[in-house]
């Protein structure tokens, strides 16, 4: 006979599921058990925030879905915040939980289905006659419909006796492509025929499609300019043509260019505030395209909405380009070699620096340089995430983990690198954090270095909330809410058994170069002493859309 739990991971495994993240409690461990039993890695976080966001960046980094495995009770609520950034980027993770007994609620239970229904995550709950089937039906929603979906198991059921046999039907493994909507197409094509300056702007749901070449093929023949949202940073990284990332992060000579286009394809984009600093980013006679998978377009600054998947839509309109001989734009000819300088790199900047401090645009610029090219970037929130924005690129977006993006949270960075470094052990893991967020989730530091994968930490400190201080510093806040000093993150990350060394002037890298030499492995730890008070230059709209809202301004 089987019991639940193995039933469980059996079907996991069968399915072809490979990793695990979580803490055990009474209502998993045993599920747990099963799961290292039938081959599935399981690594352990020390808390359950953390390994939500592990799952969710193991998901980012390959396309497949983890499980994210909690106790009932504390041990699901605990995961609120990572879980919450899961949610809102769209990821496919399996929260196999514990969960109230199926005899009823007792005294130290809470509602488990309003926690995860507020937090907009679908229910299966497990019976000891249906076991294979639920499981089944949760881990194919999660990557069907590419959400977090919570699989609930009763304590008293984890030892119950299944004698269900493995599903025989085959459910779809993958979201099926939704073709593009003729209306759209027509409206569109409509808008491109007299096109001088089109604009391609790609999104996380672009990568997702695999439309990286459909769409590179479309702008070719268009003679567009290529730029991406913050989660698809890398899509166009083939290409010269490439402006880098539109909004927030774009340099400013990218940002003069977009505002050049007069029609803007936008693929797989939410076309949040910050892709577009709430429409002023564009011209305001420019024609915005929203191809989406989604019924209604995003923002009411969108002219035409095309509904359908990223690579269908770019390949209708390319056939439709080519049957109608619609003209090739000469913006690329008249452009000549500005592309090939518009990063943020080519901006000029007067250098701060102390004795003991330097200067995090220094710094960032300098270990572009040293990172390996086969890297996955993850970054925590905070001001400091302005500077890897700015000055680090990517292969690919699947080598780009922001954690807390979608939240606006911080502290996770540390879970991220872990999901990353476990889910493409083939790329070094760099991940980047300020002090803030780097002293929330130190935890997990531990996480990371117990996995033995190759990671280099970035340690941004500058002895405080930097974010709160640029935006706040100067309007009433109270500064001792704020700053902290210093704090000894290279001493504590030899006392947990990696490799560090503080950073205080551009000699101090050599300890990259060293780790490197030594073949990169295990973490090394850089505690970077930055300047207080230097502003991203990125985060001026950012300022403008945040203090200005706050201000009462329009």
Not at 71 to 88: E, I, Q, R, Y
Not at 360 to 370: C, I
Not at 438 to 465: H, K, N, Q, W
Request: aromatic letters at 6%.
């Amino acid at each position: 006979m089987t019991t639940l739990a193995d039933a469980i991971a059996q079907t996991l495994a069968d399915d072809g599921v490979r990793h695990a993240f979580g803490v055990v409690a009474n209502g998993n461990v045993l599920a747990v058990a099963g799961l290292t039993h039938h081959g599935i890695s399981y690594f352990s976080a020390r808390h359950e925030g953390g390994a939500v966001t592990m799952a969710d960046a193991y998901y980012r980094t390959t396309g497949e879905v983890a499980v994210c495995t909690t106790g009932a009770g504390p041990g699901l609520t605990n995961t609120a915040t990572g879980l919450a950034d899961a949610v809102k980027h769209r990821s496919g993770v399996l929260l196999l939980c514990g969960d109230v007994p199926s005899t009823g609620p007792r005294r130290i239970d809470i509602d488990q289905d309003t926690f995860l229904d507020s937090q907009g995550v679908p229910v299966v709950r497990l019976t000891d006659l249906t076991a294979r089937t639920d499981t089944l039906r949760a881990l194919r929603l999660a990557r069907t419909e590419q959400r977090p979906v919570a699989l609930c198991l009763p304590q008293d059921l984890i030892t119950a006796q299944v004698t269900e046999q493995a599903p025989t039907d085959r459910l779809p493994q993958r979201p099926r492509r939704k073709a593009a909507d003729p209306v759209g197409t027509a409206a569109a094509l409509e808008a491109l025929a007299t096109a001088q300056r089109p604009l391609i702007l790609g999104g996380l749901g672009a990568w997702r499609s695999g439309a990286a070449k459909a769409l590179t093929e479309l702008g070719d023949r268009l003679g567009a300019l290529y730029t991406t949202s913050a989660m698809a940073s890398g899509l166009f990284t083939a290409t010269p043509w490439s402006l880098g990332v539109s909004g927030g992060f774009a340099a400013p000579r990218a940002t003069e260019l977009i505002a050049e286009a007069d029609v803007v394809l936008a693929f797989g984009a939410s076309l949040d505030q910050w892709t577009l600093a709430d429409g002023r980013l564009l011209a305001p006679d420019a024609v915005l395209v929203q191809v989406d998978t989604q019924p209604a377009p995003t923002t009411d600054r969108v002219d035409i909405h095309l509904t359908g998947d990223a690579t269908e839509a770019a390949t209708a309109l390319l056939d439709g380009v080519q049957a109608r001989a619609l003209p090739r734009s000469a913006w690329r000819d008249e452009l000549n070699d500005r592309t090939m300088h518009v990063g943020w790199a080519q901006e000029p900047f007067e250098e701060t620096h102390t004795d003991d401090r330097i200067d995090p645009r220094t710094l960032t610029l300098h270990l572009a340089d040293l990172l390996p090219e086969e890297r996955t970037l993850v970054t925590d929130g905070g001001h400091f995430v302005g500077w890897p924005a700015m000055y680090w690129t990517v292969p690919d977006p699947a080598a780009y983990v922001f954690t807390g993006a979608a939240f606006q949270s911080i502290g996770l960075g540390f879970a991220g690198a872990v999901g990353a470094a476990v889910g493409r052990p083939d790329r070094t893991t760099v991940v980047a954090l300020g002090d803030g967020g780097a002293l929330m989730g130190l935890p997990e530091l531990e996480t990371l270095i117990r996995t033995g994968c190759s990671a280099l930490v970035v340690i941004y400190d500058d002895g405080g909330y930097g974010m709160e201080v640029v935006l706040f510093g100067d309007r009433g806040a109270d500064p001792a809410s704020m700053l902290f000093g210093d704090t000894d993150f290279a001493g504590t990350a030899r006392a947990l058994g990696a490799r560090s060394a503080t950073v205080r002037s551009v000699d101090d890298l050599a300890a990259v170069r060293d780790w490197q030499v030594q073949g990169a492995e295990g973490v090394l730890l850089l505690d970077c002493k930055v300047v207080p008070g230097v502003v991203a230059a990125c985060f001026s709209e950012l300022t403008t859309l945040i203090t200005g809202r706050q201000a009462g301004r329009p």
